[in-house]
């Protein structure tokens, strides 16, 4: 659930978070590797693209709670309260039924 949507919100998370302190945390949950982590902060100084890299890298990731620890590591900082109410308030159900009909043979 809180990957879909996590790709729904994509845009405002890669515009909203501040990625240093995200990696340090999933690093320390051990969702991201140490060599992601330091691939992730070579970046150019671009919050925007380590964001990018950053959802990537979770969406290929085969950790289980990728996504629940980066909810949980959003809701770490207190300035993103806004956007983990929009995570909640966000209709999974809606989401799936419109993931649906957007697929050739779902229409």
Same mark, same amino acid.
Request: net charge negative.
């Given at each position: ?37 330091? /691939? !992730? =902060?070579?970046?150019?100084?671009? #919050? *925007? ?5 950053? +959802? /990537? !890298? =979770?969406?290929?990731?085969?950790? #289980? *709670? ?5 909810? +949980? /590591? ?34």
């Amino acid at each position: 659930m809180l990957r879909l949507k996590f790709t729904k919100l994509h845009e405002t998370v890669v515009n909203s978070v501040n990625p240093a302190s995200i990696i340090d945390f999933l690093f320390r949950q051990e969702i991201i590797r140490p060599v992601d982590m330091i /691939a !992730l =902060l070579k970046l150019p100084d671009d #919050p *925007q693209q380590q964001s990018i890299k950053l +959802l /990537a !890298l =979770l969406h290929k990731s085969e950790q #289980p *709670q990728a996504f629940m620890q980066l909810y +949980l /590591a959003i809701k770490e900082e207190p300035h993103l309260k806004w956007l983990i109410d929009r995570i909640d308030d966000l209709n999974v159900q809606a989401l799936i039924a419109q993931r649906y009909i957007n697929e050739p043979s779902g229409e």
